[in-house]
């Protein structure tokens, strides 16, 4: 399966929405990532991910990416430091095993909005949202070409 096909566009403008409305509730950023391959692993490829995405430059270091090689099924979500430093040990892998089942009864948008609520309950919870917050990053998601690694 190619990175575009693995959401509908109607999938992809529900998602940004989402994405969105969590991040009104807080002043950290999500974004999410679709690569067809990840031949290595997936945690190291959503690390380079997140650097090309420039997600380590918001002011608080409170990014979060959700990325997913979707014909590797492979996936991993990287928090930048802010947000590593606050979460309880084992709320990555409880996002991805959340993701994972969804994704393995072909609910791929139900996993990854999941994905995105818990995440941006995690953010609100230790970054809410401030009066003069401004949006760092792009809400959309963002497609990797279809190159493996």
Excluded at 11 to 37: M, P, Q, V, W, Y
Excluded at 67 to 78: D, E, G, M, N, P
Excluded at 132 to 142: A, K, Q
């Amino acid at each position: 399966m190619r990175a575009r096909d693995f959401l509908t566009k109607e999938e992809c403008s529900a998602l940004t929405a989402a994405i969105i409305a969590a991040e009104h509730r807080t002043s950290g950023e999500i974004r999410i990532h679709i690569d067809n391959k990840c031949s290595s692993d997936p945690r190291e490829k959503a690390l380079r991910t997140f650097h090309v995405l420039n997600m380590a430059s918001t002011a608080a270091r409170n990014g979060v990416l959700i990325y997913v090689a979707c014909s590797s099924r492979k996936l991993a979500v990287i928090g930048d430091k802010g947000i590593n430093s606050q979460v309880p040990a084992g709320f990555w892998k409880d996002v991805c095993d959340t993701m994972t089942g969804c994704f393995a009864q072909g609910r791929n948008a139900e996993g990854l909005t999941k994905a995105v609520e818990m995440v941006g309950e995690k953010l609100k919870a230790y970054f809410p949202y401030q009066d003069d917050d401004v949006n760092e990053l792009p809400d959309d998601i963002s497609f990797g070409d279809d190159a493996d690694d």
